[in-house]
């Protein structure tokens, strides 16, 4: 009977201790779920970020594409015959024509992430390809260069502020 009793006073002695355990483990369950969410977080944060800069360079490219084509377009438009006006001619104007709108397009979704000034910039590229266009399909000037000269400026601004944009975004 007294070893009975031992027993039952150790129980009793070693209840608080359990409960301490008990609320340490489940502390440290809660620390390691809360450990686990930030960590998931910034997790979340940076492929978003990551997401967002590719994204971001995917159109640079693309405007990039889109603006050489319409260098490519008006220079076929340039290169033929005067008063050779054929299916391919209005063919020319067509691709042309959808490749500054191209321009306009990609230059409008990266203006969006940008701010006034460099929303400005864009359009005004765009306006001066339209420009470029009528021209070359009017026959004015034939020399590319000539024609191109403010276009190849404006141009020049909107890819040093892809480049920049790309290199300061974080990964």
């Known amino acids: 009977m007294g070893r009975m009793a031992m027993s039952a006073g150790s129980t009793r002695d ?13 502390m440290i369950t809660v620390s390691a779920a ?6 998931y977080t910034r997790l ?53 024509a959808n490749a500054v709108s191209r321009v306009g397009a990609y230059g409008t979704y990266l203006a969006n992430y940008r701010d006034d000034d460099v929303r400005y910039q864009y359009t005004q590229l765009t306006l001066e390809l339209q420009r470029i266009v009528l021209a070359a399909r009017a026959g004015g000037e034939r020399d590319l260069d000539k024609l ?20 300061a975004a974080p990964l």
């Not at 070693?14 to 489940?26: E, F, K, N, Q």
């Not at 809360?34 to 960590?39: A, D, E, L």
């Not at 889109?66 to 691709?95: C, H, N, T, W």
């Open 34 to 39: 809360v450990y686990q969410n930030y960590i």
């Open 14 to 26: 070693r209840s608080p201790l359990l409960a301490v355990l008990s609320i340490g483990l489940a």
């Open 44 to 96: 979340l944060d940076t492929i978003q970020r990551n997401v967002s800069r590719t994204e971001y360079s995917r159109a640079c490219r693309d405007v990039i594409e889109a603006y050489f084509q319409v260098k490519l377009r008006v220079g076929m438009m340039l290169a033929e015959r005067p008063g050779a006006a054929g299916a391919s001619s209005g063919m020319l104007d067509i691709e042309a």
């Open 148 to 167: 191109f000269a403010k276009a190849d400026e404006l141009f020049a601004r909107m890819n040093d502020d892809c480049v920049r944009t790309a290199k």
